[in-house]
């Protein structure tokens, strides 16, 4: 009688285990939505931040969890028509530097391990109409 007392008692411990196993691993979030949670904490606490002499603000970095796979910063312009043609006119020029910056970024390591396109978008302050957008890729990047 012992043993069949055992036996069930065993039974039983193993699946109480299984249960609380699944109910952690399923609580678990995956690593889109850590990059998610974690873009949304960093906009709360560190934006609107500037970036360059109060002319370029990062207003929010945003982890989209969709077909696109984007990692976006989003920035906004403070400038007048002299700075924005210059923006225009050097695009070529701040696209490498920004590629160089993602290529040598630790801080962006886990999002270009996980594969994510990364964003760099540009608004004017005033007007809120899309300046330019830099978009990087693996193949870019890697």
Do not use: W
Not at 68 to 95: C, G, P, Q, T
Not at 116 to 130: G, S
Request: one cysteine or more; glycine letters at 2%; a negative charge.
């Amino acid at each position: 009688m012992d043993i069949h007392i055992r036996q069930n008692a065993n039974i039983l411990m193993a699946g109480f285990t299984l249960a609380v196993m699944i109910m952690f691993t399923s609580c678990q979030e995956t690593k889109r939505e850590r990059f998610e949670r974690e873009a949304r904490e960093f906009t709360k606490k560190n934006c609107p931040r500037p970036e360059f002499e109060d002319i370029i603000i990062l207003d929010s970095l945003v982890c989209q969890n969709d077909s696109n796979n984007n990692y976006v910063y989003f920035y906004s312009v403070k400038a007048d028509s002299i700075m924005l043609d210059e923006m225009e006119r050097k695009h070529d020029e701040l696209r490498d530097n920004l590629l160089k910056a993602v290529r040598n970024s630790v801080d962006l390591r886990h999002v270009k391990e996980e594969g994510l396109n990364i964003v760099y978008a540009y608004y004017n302050a005033d007007t809120h109409e899309k300046l330019t957008e830099f978009c990087f890729t693996t193949e870019d990047y890697r």
